[in-house]
């Protein structure tokens, strides 16, 4: 049993296979456009660059959907929103098999696929939403392991079909018309699904958005929100690679075709992607969700790179086995591992975010996690075009690896500190605490951000390199971008070091020692409620970073 952040009459959760069928259509969708649409983009006539841009359009909404999220929060209920949304999605994919395509209608199907993919954000907006109320403590790992294996499932199962009835049906919007009415039957699963009072029901409308945003600054001030913030910022766990191997382009290098590629890309890649979830599960019941998310991140990176150098013409080239069986046989692994991190991912937010404004919670993680999927999706694309494919699974691991080891320097930077015997150590704690935590996440701001803007040049860098007559030119792009990744990084520092220096001054110890200053920034129960969940008690997990 569980209990609603807005009201005390408790909710029975029903069980998680629930929510799987209720995700089908929100991976489905997805897997129509980075499957099915992807695969025939160069079979079409256009370049693996154009093909990628279709995943990016989806991507779009996906990142920005937080905000729009209030609006699930303090208008209907999570069920009128998801039959709203479901019908629209349904309508949109009717759409995207409707539009040829081609190089002269590509912008066309851009438009159609990043509207649909908007209103199809409020499908998994609106099951979030119940599952943030209705999910035990304790229980989390359990149940993302069900939510994701909708996601995963779904997207497997939206390319695969998708792609063969686009193929063998005789005209392509009969396969739009078929995924739609699928879409529609998932409705039916809402009967077992508890009804959730919204925001509004309780205090109208100004009550309500008051309430979202007080949920949010709690969310924000807790230690595990916060540190679920950074790795959901990182580009740990994404799968982006997928999007690239699935164009037909990509898939040549090893001799693989359309019934490969909608097997592993499709059909065993829903299957191994929903088993993956189960174990991801597992782990976040075993270990602590933000351990078990950092350690699959890093797992993925080396699935990638031993992709990489068993590809055609690399180092490491398998010649005994036939190239088709490895690209089957290293998708499949890398499937299964996208799976536990996306479970990992699901567990680690509801671990996070408490109950109360789930919508919007959820969604801020969500867009966190899905902007480096965006970018990532359009570097690593560009990086397979220009260099090959082998390049790209390098890029991809060694991008990982480097987010696994920011993280563990923002980790470091937050750890406890030895006890002080001062007596006046709860006064400090109390007066300044705030200013030297605030201190503290500068500095990681500002290094986050330096990153992200040396990413974006990047690749933005890389795309218009050697283009004529682009508006900036790709040398100006890569130089200008890291210039102000160091005056971003350069200045956050700077304030940051003022921050604590005019603190420090304050204390009337000056400085403080590293040990001091570290035993004020740590989170002492009698003035941050909890770790990971606020408003909820936490229970305990396994090791914890």
């Given at each position: ?250 898939a040549e290098v090893w001799g693989a075709g359309a019934t ?19 174990v991801g599960g597992w782990l976040c019941k075993r270990f ?258």
């Amino acid at each position: 049993m569980s209990t609603t952040a807005s009201a005390s009459r408790p909710i029975r959760a029903p069980h998680p296979s629930v929510y799987t069928v209720l995700y089908l259509p929100f991976g489905a969708l997805g897997g129509f456009i980075t499957v099915a649409l992807t695969f025939l983009a160069t079979r079409s006539g256009l370049s693996i660059t154009e093909g990628a841009l279709l995943g990016g359009a989806q991507m779009i909404s996906q990142w920005l959907k937080w905000t729009w999220a209030p609006a699930i929060d303090v208008t209907l209920t999570p069920k009128r929103w998801y039959v709203f949304a479901t019908a629209c999605s349904a309508l949109g994919v009717f759409g995207m098999a409707v539009v040829p395509l081609g190089p002269d209608t590509l912008w066309l199907l851009l438009a159609i696929i990043a509207i649909a993919s908007l209103i199809n954000s409020i499908v998994g907006m609106s099951i979030e939403a119940i599952l943030a109320q209705a999910t035990p403590r304790g229980e989390e790992g359990r149940v993302s392991a069900w939510f994701q294996a909708g996601n995963l499932g779904g997207t497997g199962l939206g390319g695969a079909l998708g792609l063969y009835l686009l193929q063998v049906l005789p005209e392509p919007w009969m396969a739009g018309a078929i995924m739609g009415g699928l879409f529609m039957a998932c409705c039916g699963a809402l009967v077992w699904v508890p009804d959730i009072v919204p925001h509004r029901a309780i205090g109208g409308v100004v009550s309500a958005v008051q309430g979202v945003i007080g949920d949010l600054f709690k969310l924000g001030r807790a230690r595990g929100g916060f540190l679920a913030a950074i790795l959901c910022f990182l580009p740990l766990g994404t799968g982006a690679g997928q999007g690239v191997l699935t164009q037909a382009a990509v898939a040549e290098v090893w001799g693989a075709g359309a019934t490969e590629v909608a097997l592993v890309q499709g059909l065993f890649a829903g299957i191994l992607t929903a088993a993956g979830c189960f174990v991801g599960g597992w782990l976040c019941k075993r270990f602590h969700p933000r351990t078990a998310y950092a350690v699959i991140g890093l797992l993925l990176a080396v699935v990638g790179l031993l992709f990489g150098l068993t590809t055609p013409g690399s180092p490491l080239e398998m010649a005994f086995i036939p190239a088709v069986y490895l690209y089957i046989g290293w998708n499949l692994l890398y499937s299964l591992v996208v799976g536990f991190a996306y479970a990992a991912f699901t567990a680690l937010v509801l671990n996070a975010i408490g109950s109360g404004s789930a919508a919007t919670k959820y969604s801020i993680y969500a867009s966190l996690s899905n902007f480096p999927i965006w970018w990532l999706g359009l570097l690593l694309g560009t990086t397979a075009d220009k260099w090959g494919p082998a390049t790209m699974l390098y890029t991809e691991s060694a991008i990982a690896t480097l987010g696994v080891v920011i993280f563990g320097i923002v980790v470091a930077t937050m750890h406890e500190a030895p006890e002080l015997g001062a007596d006046d150590t709860t006064f400090l704690e109390q007066r300044y605490r705030p200013a030297y935590v605030l201190a503290g996440r500068l500095r990681t701001i500002g290094m986050l951000t330096t990153v992200a803007v040396w990413l974006v040049g990047g690749v933005m860098g890389i795309q218009n390199w050697d283009v004529p007559d682009a508006a900036y030119p790709g040398e100006l792009l890569l130089v200008g971008s890291a210039f102000f990744g160091i005056a971003v990084l350069v200045s956050s520092q700077v304030v940051a070091a003022m921050l604590v220096a005019f603190t420090d001054a304050a204390v009337g110890v000056s400085p403080l020692s590293p040990a001091q200053r570290m035993r004020v920034l740590r989170d002492v129960a009698a003035i941050e409620v909890e770790e990971d969940a606020p408003g909820v008690p936490a229970e305990p997990h396994g090791d914890a970073v």
